[in-house]
């Protein structure tokens, strides 16, 4: 396993290659549909401390409060295709290094990696209360009251968050290959059926 | 409202939730038995089994997103459902503030969360009358991501030379797999309806999703589709999370309802590996005298 902190350096980052099993630690920052949105939108000056050569994670957790103080229950991954259409440009604009989430994205994205220098890190969908243990704390929240629980930006200081590259900054992507293989699987299904 | 009924649907909740039935958990460990030792398939599935004995031993949702509540309850001939729609809705509202939830009942135009589960249509009940005099109530945690993977085809389908015939409907359910990738959390577990409208066949699709794995469709030739589906869904190799792998699906659950002569639906509900789903079946007795 490699081990990376936050703020992640463009040389570190490009060093990762598809496959590679990869722990996390430092700041990481949730975002979904309305927080990307708002990112491209609006281009909120309060993330900036958190995001240069950070990561956004793809998640809408379930959150508990104990007198004042936050901590994750369950917090698996999201789909990241939807913020296919605003993931470039927050990359670009907030000089991100990496997105984890699950499913993996698009070829816009798959560029932005390439040039600016980002990965993409997939996590495991489902596995909320195991990637729950790996955050430590909660530092932040914004946004909670306008957008509710799961889309609003929660900050979290996380160690060890497993997770495995599945875009590159050399352009090349496991989701593009599989999509690829199955395609060939699927066209030959499809043409011996004869029920 | 009735406070005992209250208690026990809040137990289902909890159950549903965190508890992932047997099963599932059984198909997951042959699945990753299946891979080979050190793969990235074999570690999705591995972490997919740490997580779900994590989640039962603290009492923890199995995934964050707990999903949209959807309830399928039978009640004895002449019951008034809106007291028991209410009892549910207490459960739902306590079962969010303990954490058990997720707040995922959110206003389409206005964005608002309502933070409790509690909105319109939400959560979802389909009630049913049955000859029997006690109560049986189904629960299913369906999430978001499987949900918009889920699709509805109109036969013939001239892109996939699909006719109307058990043939066609075969191509839908195989394009519609390998359309989903590994975006609905694969492995998943494939619900299909056939015929019925637009409604009854997106309804259907859901509905069979309640079935226990290995249980066949009592239409014989439907069971066989459904064991012929599942080899060929598993040979598409997209494998857990598209990762590439062993195994696609879980399961292939099939129903059908007539259509109209000018129709014919296909409709494909994914549900992700995280195929919660609890049952509680009460006599009027275990809540009648709140």
């Not at chain 2, 030379?161 to 359910?173: P, S």
């Not at chain 2, 190799?237 to 014919?264: D, N, Q, S, W």
Request: hydrophobic share 35%; glycine share 10%; net charge negative.
């Amino acid at each position: 396993m490699i081990n990376l902190k936050t703020p992640i350096s463009e040389e570190d980052i490009r060093k990762l290659r598809c496959g590679d099993v990869v722990g996390l630690s430092g700041i990481i920052v949730t975002a979904r549909d309305a927080g990307h949105k708002l990112m491209v939108e609006e281009r909120p000056q309060f993330l900036d401390e958190y995001l240069n050569g950070g990561i956004i994670y793809h998640c809408g957790p379930v959150v508990k409060n104990e007198n004042g103080v936050w901590s994750f229950v369950s917090a698996g991954p999201t789909t990241s295709i939807r913020e296919e259409p605003y993931q470039a440009a927050v990359i670009e604009s907030y000089h991100l290094r990496g997105m984890i989430g699950k499913g993996g994205m698009g070829a816009k994205t798959l560029n932005a990696c390439q040039h600016f220098g980002a990965c993409y890190f997939h996590a495991i969908g489902g596995a909320g209360t195991l990637i729950a243990k790996s955050v430590k704390e909660i530092i932040n929240v914004f946004k909670l009251e306008e957008f509710g629980t799961p889309e609003a930006f929660w900050v979290c200081r996380a160690e060890n968050f497993p997770v495995i590259v599945t875009m590159d900054s050399q352009g090349e992507s496991l989701h593009e290959r599989v999509e690829k293989e199955t395609a060939e699987n699927y066209q030959r299904i499809l043409s011996s059926i004869t029920a | 409202m009735n406070q005992k009924l209250s208690e026990h649907i809040m137990g289902l909740i909890k159950s549903a939730s965190t508890d992932l039935p047997p099963d599932v958990e059984q198909s997951l460990v042959d699945a990753r038995d299946r891979e080979l030792e050190g793969s990235m398939s074999f570690s999705a599935f591995d972490a997919i089994l740490e997580n779900t004995k994590m989640a039962r031993e603290f009492t923890t949702p199995i995934c964050q997103d707990t999903g949209s509540l959807l309830f399928y309850i039978d009640v004895p001939v002449g019951t008034d459902t809106d007291p028991l729609k209410r009892s549910i809705q207490i459960a739902a509202d306590r079962a969010t503030r303990e954490y058990l939830l997720r707040p995922n009942a959110v206003d389409p135009i206005t964005g608002k969360n309502s933070g409790n589960n509690i909105g319109l249509n939400a959560p979802y009940f389909h009630f049913h009358q049955w000859e029997r005099d006690d109560f049986r109530f189904r629960l299913m945690l369906k999430g978001g991501g499987s949900e918009n993977v889920g699709t509805q085809y109109k036969l013939p389908d001239a892109g996939l030379q699909a006719g109307r015939d058990l043939k066609g409907i075969k191509k839908c359910v195989i394009d519609a797999v390998f359309k989903a990738q590994g975006k609905g959390c694969a492995p998943g577990i494939i619900g299909v309806g056939i015929g019925g409208d637009r409604v009854s066949s997106y309804e259907l699709s859901k509905e069979v999703l309640l079935r226990k794995f290995g249980e066949r469709s009592e239409d014989p030739v439907l069971a066989e589709a459904e064991v012929e589906l599942f080899n060929q869904l598993n040979a598409l190799g997209i494998g857990p999370m598209g990762f590439g792998g062993k195994t696609t699906v879980l399961e292939v659950f099939c129903g059908k309802y007539h259509r109209h002569p000018a129709t014919f639906f296909v409709t494909i509900s994914y549900m992700c590996w995280a195929c919660r789903r609890k049952t509680l079946i009460l006599s009027k007795g275990d809540f009648d005298n709140d």
